[in-house]
């Protein structure tokens, strides 16, 4: 069946739409010979693409769920050169994945590998606000009021935090375990919030990314999802996109004024309908 370019080099796990876009921009994909145009459709099953003049080949999706342990990174390459473990070296499987859901180093927990390159674009994107769940041990005990802050958001880098779901599992004399519910994924954002209203961070571990849910899996292994996981990660994505582009709409010019219009049509019609009956 024929689709859209973009999206068929991003299930090949050539990168992400808008880096085929790029490519195919660029003059870079050409089918059955002829240089390739933006919004082109192809059908892999009869047309041969290419990328720099190599054949495109679909391959099967991937889509693996990883427990990271400490000391390993997220990425798939050590970009240092220093021989650092990566979530690569932990799995197994021949073929390109993309990580999503990136830890750093001393973070445990949920991390999704797949070479679905556009789920795994639309995953990570803020735009989209995914919700990424973690189980966060903090120093000391936080009081109300600083979970009203962190809750509400907190300045970083010249820019306020979305508001997060914070939640107390369990209290000692010095530590709390915190349940924290995040809609956005800044660099070391827990991190450096715990820190900033003095409650550093001694664990954290993700427990859920969007739908999926890390459960009983070992510390240092690794599943390939069922087909239930996939279809409910599918959905998400697209409510995920339903939402970014609500809120897009929301923050035109003259959206509010539009909505309140729409609103009052349907009125009118409802009470038309009532005096009709």
């Known amino acids: 069946m024929a689709e859209r370019l973009q999206k068929l080099l991003a299930r090949a796990g050539v990168g992400s739409r808008r880096h085929n876009e790029s490519l ?4 870079r994909v050409t089918v059955n010979g002829r240089i390739a145009t933006l919004g082109e459709r192809a059908d892999p099953s009869v047309d041969r693409v290419e990328v720099d003049g190599q054949p495109v080949e679909l391959a ?5 769920m990883l427990n990271k342990p400490r000391n390993v990174l997220s990425s798939t390459e050590d970009e240092l050169g220093q021989e650092r473990r ?4 932990l799995v197994d499987v021949p073929g390109h994945l993309y990580p999503v859901g990136r830890l750093d180093r001393n973070s445990l927990g949920l991390i999704l590998l797949t070479n679905d390159g556009a789920l795994a674009h639309q995953l990570s994107h ?4 995914h919700k990424k769940t973690y189980r966060v041990k903090v120093e000391g005990r936080p009081n109300g009021e600083t979970l009203r802050r962190w809750r509400q958001g907190v300045e970083l880098d010249g820019k306020k935090t979305l508001p997060a779901q914070i939640s107390v599992e369990s209290e000692t004399a010095d530590s709390t375990w915190l349940r924290i519910v995040l809609r956005e994924g800044r660099k070391r954002q827990i991190r450096r919030v715990a820190a900033l209203l003095g409650h ?3 664990a954290l571990i993700r427990t859920r990314l969007g739908p999926l849910a ?4 070992p510390l240092g292994q690794w599943r390939h999802l069922t087909p239930g996981e996939v279809a409910a990660l599918r959905r998400a994505v697209r409510r995920g996109r339903k939402a970014a582009s609500r809120r897009s709409s929301n923050r035109r010019p003259g959206a509010a004024k539009d909505a ?3 609103r009052d049509r ?3 019609r409802s009470r038309r309908e009532r005096d009709a009956r």
Request: proline share 7%.
């Open 200 to 202: 550093p961070v001694q």
């Open 266 to 268: 349907r009125r009118g």
């Open 60 to 64: 099967r999706s991937v889509y693996i």
């Open 24 to 27: 195919i921009r660029e003059g």
């Open 126 to 129: 803020p735009r989209f606000e």
């Open 260 to 262: 309140g219009q729409r």
């Open 214 to 217: 890390l459960g009983d899996l």
């Open 86 to 89: 990566t979530v690569r070296d």
